[in-house]
């Protein structure tokens, strides 16, 4: 209070301002958590995983040096000839020891490689770190079988 204002002067904000206040908190609060809780979803590539000999559940056992990881098949979710263990060259340079990933796999004469990404993607090599929402997703674009409903 200002020593000039007459006695009994109030700067008491009215009701109306408080109100608006704790709404517009309440909104923000609200749009923090909704983006907090569906912020980044994993999106998987259906023209990769149509395109896949093989698509598995894999634990990386571990990741050379040269960027080789060494994959433990934990479940496949189509095709077959899958070994229990294998070895994917290109794939340490995206994946950390200890995780779990879906694979798209391509046989090829020197193995098993990632299935390569169309060419609109942002890079050639991708894999899914398996959460919650990734293996029913992926289970579902595999049992449609059915072409890209969009060019």
Known sequence: MNPADPPGASYDRPVWFWTAVSIVT?????????????????????????ASDAVVVGYVDSVAESGTATIETREILAGEGVPARFQLTHAGNFVNQGEEYLFPLQHDRDGIQITPAPERAETQWLVYPVHEQVLPTAKEILESQSEIPYP
């Open 26 to 50: 309440l909104w923000l609060l609200g749009i923090l958590v909704a983006a907090l809780l569906t912020a980044n979803p994993t999106t998987l590539n259906r023209a990769q995983l149509l």
